[in-house]
């Protein structure tokens, strides 16, 4: 017994079902756009050498809209399903647009701002993460990827 | 549990001297069992840190009033205790440090760079902590010195020969002029044969230095039967306070030192254009010292040393059997590190298939479970095991069953939510 007296085990509800929400799961066992581009336009790596993750954007663009995105992720739940999710939501937009939500969400998950824009609603369920500090940056990795690979000469 | 007829005291005893015990972790009694981090304090050691600043705090060193004769008199107390601890013959062979890291580093510019040259060998394990190798990777490049690391088995345990099952025939060569070997790897748990490893080291007349971070807590420290020249361990990781440490140096080792910081109270005279350093080893302590640290982890090494440790290490060996069954049952998991709980000091890593270590800890956290997940300082262990990171579950007097337990069911709940057929 827990000198404490309190029981050790209990029901399996605790903060971990607001963090891995279904929808994170989801991602995280069936990511989208995990093909890689053939001929990118252009391609990114960002990593994170403390967690051992790391990702690769590829990216083929109509102009400068994202006409095709591929994105691997060799990382945690959070990073696999937060890389998906980003790569649902810039395919059709520009490298500018993309920058600018990528600014907007990375400034949700930081604390320096309220609200997430409309354009990333389907990213609310990464909100929880704003929780537990030590998993942030693995949110931001694919945007990081993606803001290197858009300021890509070429 | 399993009770002792002597008057050796319970676990439940025992977790009473804790007071972070008592705490909950997201609605769950802790569970603590990442001590190979860090280990908590007993209410002696807290007792003692605010006892000295209530009561002695003042400098140390050539001040005359009372209480800073007092805390003089504190601080070379901690020092001898310090000695008895390690069995050193001496409290002259203790240097205070920040920790085991700047005990490493200050062997690594104090000596070892002064008395290395091109193509000497300097030979490591390849389970060193960053702590035991970065430092060596720096003298080798001012030096010129080359690194040899010697294997582990598909167990985790030392070997010069290549053979499973050990062997360390031949780990060093004419050409060492340093082995630097961790006493207890701090991720597979594995007690290394240092006294071995120091006889082969003699044999050529290389300096040996044991990285004693993990087996302070665990095991009982014998410097001279050990015959190594060097050792360092932390405070922290013995259950006292952050931020001080030992260096224990055999005394014609940290003679022939030179001091890589200079400053106030390590010297006896100053003039213009000379000085002369004081005798170690008060030379290598340049600064004010952390005297209340060094002052509660003497509280400490009293606290660990008023148990019978041969029964401790009963108590843990047996504990570490059971966490190695309740562990070895499931599946999903894989381990490392010694098979036999007595050839290991209370460290189990695992991981858990296609669950990534960070989100193993993150879960288990909810249940209130402490463990560390990642590469634990020791990427080329890493990759010689083939994993990113692992889950460590690390040992103290304080666990008991009811620890593994909790931790085996955050382990169903890990399986539940990253079951794969969702
Ligand atoms: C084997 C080993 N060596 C060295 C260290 C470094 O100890 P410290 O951080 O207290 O200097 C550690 C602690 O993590 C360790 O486990």
Redesign the interface.
């Given at each position: 017994m827990g000198s404490t007296g309190l029981p050790r085990f209990s029901a399996m509800t605790d903060n971990a079902d607001d963090l891995y929400r279904d929808v994170i799961l989801e991602h995280a066992r069936h990511p989208r756009n995990a093909e890689s581009v053939a001929n990118p336009h252009k391609r990114a790596r960002a990593s994170n050498p403390l967690c051992g993750d790391e990702l690769e954007v590829t990216l083929a663009l109509d102009g400068e809209t994202i006409a095709a995105i591929g994105v691997q992720v060799r990382g945690c739940a959070i990073a696999q399903a937060s890389t998906s999710l980003m790569s649902e939501v810039v395919l059709g937009k520009t490298l500018h647009e993309s920058d600018a939500l990528g600014r907007a969400f990375k400034e949700m998950m930081e604390g320096t701002r309220m609200e997430l824009p409309e354009a990333l609603d389907s990213l609310k369920p990464l909100e929880a993460v704003r929780q537990h500090s030590s998993r942030i940056t693995c949110t931001l990795l694919a945007w990081q990827a993606l803001g290197k690979a858009a300021r890509q000469e070429g | 549990m399993r009770q002792n007829s002597t008057a050796a005291p319970s676990v439940?005893t025992i977790?009473?001297d804790f007071p972070i015990?008592?705490r909950?972790i997201?609605?769950?009694?802790l569970?603590y069992l990442d001590n190979a981090a860090t280990t908590q304090k007993p209410r002696a050691v807290i007792d003692a840190l605010v006892n000295f600043y209530e009561r002695h705090n003042a400098n140390t060193h050539s001040g005359v009033h009372t209480l800073s004769e007092e805390a003089t008199a504190l601080y070379e107390e901690a020092r001898a205790r310090a000695a008895r601890f390690l069995n050193a013959p001496s409290p002259r062979c203790i240097v205070f440090t920040q920790g085991t890291t700047a005990a490493i580093n200050l062997v690594a510019q104090g000596w070892a760079r002064h008395h290395l040259r091109q193509g000497d060998e300097i030979v490591l394990t390849v389970m060193e902590h960053h702590s035991n190798l970065l430092p060596w990777l720096g003298v080798a490049r001012e030096t010129g010195a080359v690194l040899r690391y010697l294997e582990i088995d598909g167990e985790g345990r030392l070997t010069a020969t290549g053979r499973e099952g050990g062997g360390i025939e031949g780990a060093v060569s004419r050409a060492t002029r340093l082995v630097a070997v961790t006493h207890v790897s701090n991720v597979l748990g594995t007690i290394n044969p240092v006294k071995e490893l120091a006889r082969q080291a003699r044999a050529v007349g290389a300096c040996v230095v044991v990285d004693a971070a993990q087996s302070a807590p665990h095991l009982s420290l014998d410097v001279q039967a050990l015959d190594c020249d060097f050792l360092a361990f932390s405070s922290h990781k013995v259950y006292g306070p952050t931020g001080i440490g030992v260096l224990y140096g055999k005394e014609e080792y940290l003679a022939a030192m030179e001091p890589p910081a200079s400053g106030g109270g390590m010297v006896l005279r100053v003039e213009r254009h000379s000085y002369e350093w004081m005798e170690p080893p008060w030379r290598f302590e340049a600064g004010t010292p952390n005297i209340a640290g060094a002052v509660a982890m003497g509280a400490a090494l009293d606290y660990l040393d008023g148990f019978d440790r041969e029964m401790l290490r009963r108590h843990e060996i047996e504990l570490t059997g059971y966490a190695l069954k309740v562990l070895g049952k499931r599946a999903d998991l894989t381990l490392h590190g010694p098979a036999d709980p007595a050839g290991r000091a209370g460290v189990i890593p695992f991981s858990v298939g296609g669950?990534?270590p960070?989100?193993v800890v993150?879960?288990l956290d909810?249940?209130?479970v402490a463990v560390r997940g990642?590469?634990h300082c020791c990427q080329p262990l890493?990759e010689h095991l083939g994993e990113?990171?692992v889950v460590r579950v690390s040992l103290a007097l304080y666990n008991e069953r009811?620890d593994i337990?909790?931790l085996a069911?955050g382990l169903?709940?890990v399986a539940?939510?990253?079951r794969?057929d969702?």
């Amino acid at each position: 017994m827990g000198s404490t007296g309190l029981p050790r085990f209990s029901a399996m509800t605790d903060n971990a079902d607001d963090l891995y929400r279904d929808v994170i799961l989801e991602h995280a066992r069936h990511p989208r756009n995990a093909e890689s581009v053939a001929n990118p336009h252009k391609r990114a790596r960002a990593s994170n050498p403390l967690c051992g993750d790391e990702l690769e954007v590829t990216l083929a663009l109509d102009g400068e809209t994202i006409a095709a995105i591929g994105v691997q992720v060799r990382g945690c739940a959070i990073a696999q399903a937060s890389t998906s999710l980003m790569s649902e939501v810039v395919l059709g937009k520009t490298l500018h647009e993309s920058d600018a939500l990528g600014r907007a969400f990375k400034e949700m998950m930081e604390g320096t701002r309220m609200e997430l824009p409309e354009a990333l609603d389907s990213l609310k369920p990464l909100e929880a993460v704003r929780q537990h500090s030590s998993r942030i940056t693995c949110t931001l990795l694919a945007w990081q990827a993606l803001g290197k690979a858009a300021r890509q000469e070429g | 549990m399993r009770q002792n007829s002597t008057a050796a005291p319970s676990v439940a005893t025992i977790r009473g001297d804790f007071p972070i015990l008592q705490r909950q972790i997201n609605g769950r009694p802790l569970a603590y069992l990442d001590n190979a981090a860090t280990t908590q304090k007993p209410r002696a050691v807290i007792d003692a840190l605010v006892n000295f600043y209530e009561r002695h705090n003042a400098n140390t060193h050539s001040g005359v009033h009372t209480l800073s004769e007092e805390a003089t008199a504190l601080y070379e107390e901690a020092r001898a205790r310090a000695a008895r601890f390690l069995n050193a013959p001496s409290p002259r062979c203790i240097v205070f440090t920040q920790g085991t890291t700047a005990a490493i580093n200050l062997v690594a510019q104090g000596w070892a760079r002064h008395h290395l040259r091109q193509g000497d060998e300097i030979v490591l394990t390849v389970m060193e902590h960053h702590s035991n190798l970065l430092p060596w990777l720096g003298v080798a490049r001012e030096t010129g010195a080359v690194l040899r690391y010697l294997e582990i088995d598909g167990e985790g345990r030392l070997t010069a020969t290549g053979r499973e099952g050990g062997g360390i025939e031949g780990a060093v060569s004419r050409a060492t002029r340093l082995v630097a070997v961790t006493h207890v790897s701090n991720v597979l748990g594995t007690i290394n044969p240092v006294k071995e490893l120091a006889r082969q080291a003699r044999a050529v007349g290389a300096c040996v230095v044991v990285d004693a971070a993990q087996s302070a807590p665990h095991l009982s420290l014998d410097v001279q039967a050990l015959d190594c020249d060097f050792l360092a361990f932390s405070s922290h990781k013995v259950y006292g306070p952050t931020g001080i440490g030992v260096l224990y140096g055999k005394e014609e080792y940290l003679a022939a030192m030179e001091p890589p910081a200079s400053g106030g109270g390590m010297v006896l005279r100053v003039e213009r254009h000379s000085y002369e350093w004081m005798e170690p080893p008060w030379r290598f302590e340049a600064g004010t010292p952390n005297i209340a640290g060094a002052v509660a982890m003497g509280a400490a090494l009293d606290y660990l040393d008023g148990f019978d440790r041969e029964m401790l290490r009963r108590h843990e060996i047996e504990l570490t059997g059971y966490a190695l069954k309740v562990l070895g049952k499931r599946a999903d998991l894989t381990l490392h590190g010694p098979a036999d709980p007595a050839g290991r000091a209370g460290v189990i890593p695992f991981s858990v298939g296609g669950v990534h270590p960070h989100d193993v800890v993150e879960v288990l956290d909810g249940q209130g479970v402490a463990v560390r997940g990642g590469h634990h300082c020791c990427q080329p262990l890493m990759e010689h095991l083939g994993e990113r990171g692992v889950v460590r579950v690390s040992l103290a007097l304080y666990n008991e069953r009811q620890d593994i337990d909790q931790l085996a069911h955050g382990l169903d709940r890990v399986a539940a939510i990253f079951r794969n057929d969702r």
